[in-house]
């Protein structure tokens, strides 16, 4: 079935220092991928998304690349402020064995940025 | 506001009892979906309906039952409460399976 294997956290970073998160999947076919943001006490945001290979979803600052010859979605800022703080979770969009799409998340990353 | 919306938002309950979680979207999205999240912040699906109709059922105690009255909404009961029940509890919707979902806000079911 498909998975998302991110790295784990928690990972703390002084403000401005460079981000990355990593994320690799297993799927059949050609899921889209995503990834989203929980900041404490809230639901999940979509930070962004590639629906294709070679696409790169950027919001924010945020910017992640949907590399299919390494099944990669690494996500990467090259400045982060303490309001980045939250966990980050990489997902993708697949299709389940009954045909049905379902989008399935790895474990998340918890980020605490320092001033 | 366009959004999902889910309540309540917190629910504390004696174990044994039942109760129920409410969910709407004003999105005009044509699927919805249950997810728990465990006190580790893992995320995994439990239900999904489109079009009212149920399409993904994961391996869910049969104490869960989804309720679909139209594609705007849809309820998550809970009979019999039991302490691994405790978790937070998301509602989502999607349009198509290239958007992402559109997450509530969540509702943290605690179970003493």
């Known amino acids: 079935g498909n998975s998302v294997t991110q790295m784990e956290g928690p990972v703390t970073l002084s403000e401005e220092a460079f981000l990355t998160i990593n994320c690799t999947y297993t799927?059949?076919?050609?899921?889209?991928l995503f990834w989203y943001v929980q900041y404490p006490g809230e639901g999940l945001q979509l930070l962004l998304k590639?629906?294709?290979?070679?696409d790169k979803g950027s919001n924010k600052g945020f910017e992640a690349t949907y590399r299919k010859e390494t099944t990669s979605f690494h996500l990467e800022k090259g400045s982060v402020q303490v309001s980045d703080s939250a966990v980050y979770f990489c997902?993708?969009?697949?299709?389940?064995?009954?045909?049905?799409?379902?989008?399935?998340f790895g474990t998340g990353t918890r980020l605490t940025i320092i001033p | 506001d366009t959004a999902v919306s889910q309540t309540p938002k917190y629910l504390v309950t004696q174990m044994g009892n039942d109760k129920s979680i409410k969910c709407e979207q004003n999105?005009?999205?044509?699927?919805m979906y249950w997810y728990k999240q465990d006190s580790k912040k893992f995320l995994k699906i439990m239900f999904s309906?489109?079009?009212?109709?149920?399409?993904i059922n994961e391996t869910v105690p049969n104490r869960f039952s989804p309720k679909s009255p139209d594609k705007a909404h849809l309820n998550l009961h809970i009979n019999s409460l039991e302490l691994g029940d405790s978790a937070v509890y998301f509602c989502?919707?999607?349009?198509?399976?290239?958007?992402?979902?559109?997450f509530g806000s969540g509702t943290r079911l605690t179970v003493v």
């Open positions: 997902a993708l969009r697949g299709r389940t064995n009954f045909g049905n799409e379902k989008l399935t």
């Open positions: 590639a629906t294709k290979a070679d």
């Open positions: 989502a919707s999607s349009r198509d399976r290239v958007d992402g979902y559109t």
């Open positions: 799927a059949t076919g050609y899921p889209s």
């Open positions: 309906y489109n079009n009212k109709e149920l399409i």
């Open positions: 999105l005009g999205h044509d699927t």
